[in-house]
């Protein structure tokens, strides 16, 4: 048993936060239009880890995500195309886990 | 940094509560079959979730017997509302017999509204949101793993299998969703168009086949050989519930 942080428990003393956990908690979200390609920062996610992602907003075979990059604290998204398929509307997500 | 409310920290000294940023608590969870017929209107399921404005994370664990994959987040109005999942197609035909899997998943959001919980602990941001309730249930994230194929090709589903001897039945977060196109001859007269994504199949309780699968497959009077599309970077995030 560490002797560092907090546990927590619900009401059936279960445990809802451990000393050991990485939970998750929600940092950005930005919705880009298609052809949309743009960056962001974020200074205060220096020196913590994060997911960053993008999702399709719409559905349709060729309908891809934009590409999304974390570079320190600078996020930046980019519309995707080719010639059989191209970007969708698309949700920029990030969560930080520690 | 914050100078209200409360900072919590685990034993690595990384931030668990930060009463800035709401944590990402459990909304709803399901089972659902999904099905691909190879359609364009039913190579995916969509499976709703409440309304709201706050964004959702949807974590899933597939099954053993097809690749399934999260496609996209589809909102109504200015509410998230649904989430689409697709599997594999069997590309006989089309449209063909659909084949189906079933697959659990947890929608995770910032707190949408207190546990009700009498006892425990609340956390609130400085604009009187909640961050953290004791009273509702927190993913972990076990580990990330970085995955990279090489890209598919006619006949070719490239694979890696993930083992996590340290988790046993865990969700998944896969990401970002990946696209490519196979155009080759059939015979002297079609040309088939395989359309392929990445997916997650179970292996065992311990571990996870990350891999390409075709999920639509159209077939045109041409004569066409053509690869392209998306190969990313991914990350398979592990996670503990």
Not at chain 2, 16 to 31: A, F, G, H, V, W
Not at chain 2, 47 to 69: G, K
Request: with cysteine; aromatic share 12%; charged share 20%.
């Amino acid at each position: 048993m560490s002797d560092y942080g907090l546990k927590v428990f619900d009401a059936s003393e279960n445990t809802t936060l451990d000393t050991t956990d990485k939970i998750t908690r929600f940092r950005y979200s930005k919705e880009v239009a298609a052809d949309a390609s743009s960056n962001t920062t974020l200074a205060d996610i220096d020196g913590l880890s994060s997911v960053e992602f993008s999702i399709p907003l719409e559905e349709a075979t060729g309908k891809c995500p934009h590409s999304v990059v974390r570079s320190g604290t600078t996020i930046t998204w980019a519309a995707q195309s080719g010639t059989y398929y191209d970007s969708a509307n698309s949700l920029i997500f990030l969560f930080l886990y520690t | 940094m914050s100078d209200y409310g409360l900072l919590v920290k685990n034993n690595s000294e990384e931030i668990q509560i930060d009463s800035t940023y709401r944590n990402l608590s459990l909304d709803e969870s399901d089972t659902d079959t999904i099905s691909n017929n190879n359609t364009d209107a039913g190579y995916y399921a969509s499976i709703d979730i409440a309304d709201s404005v706050l964004v959702p994370l949807i974590l899933f664990q597939p099954n053993t017997d097809y690749f399934s994959m999260v496609s996209a987040y589809i909102k109504s109005g200015s509410n998230f509302a649904s989430f689409n999942m697709a599997t594999e197609c069997d590309g006989s035909s089309s449209p063909s017999g659909p084949q189906t899997t079933s697959v659990n998943w947890r929608s995770y959001r910032q707190n949408r509204a207190a546990s009700g919980d009498s006892y425990g602990l609340l956390v609130y941001n400085a604009a009187g949101e909640l961050c953290f309730d004791s009273g509702k249930s927190y993913f972990k994230v076990y580990s990330v793993t970085n995955v990279s194929l090489s890209a598919p090709a006619k006949a070719t589903f490239p694979s890696t299998d993930i083992t996590h001897a340290g988790i046993s039945n865990p969700f998944y977060i896969l990401t970002p969703v990946s696209y490519y196109l196979n155009m080759y001859p059939l015979d002297a007269t079609f040309t088939n168009m395989d359309a392929k994504m990445v997916g997650l199949k179970k292996l065992s309780s311990t571990s996870v086949r990350v891999g390409w699968s075709l999920f639509r497959r159209d077939r045109i009077q041409a004569q066409l050989t053509h690869n392209e599309g998306l190969n990313p970077a991914m990350k398979l995030i592990i996670c503990d519930i």
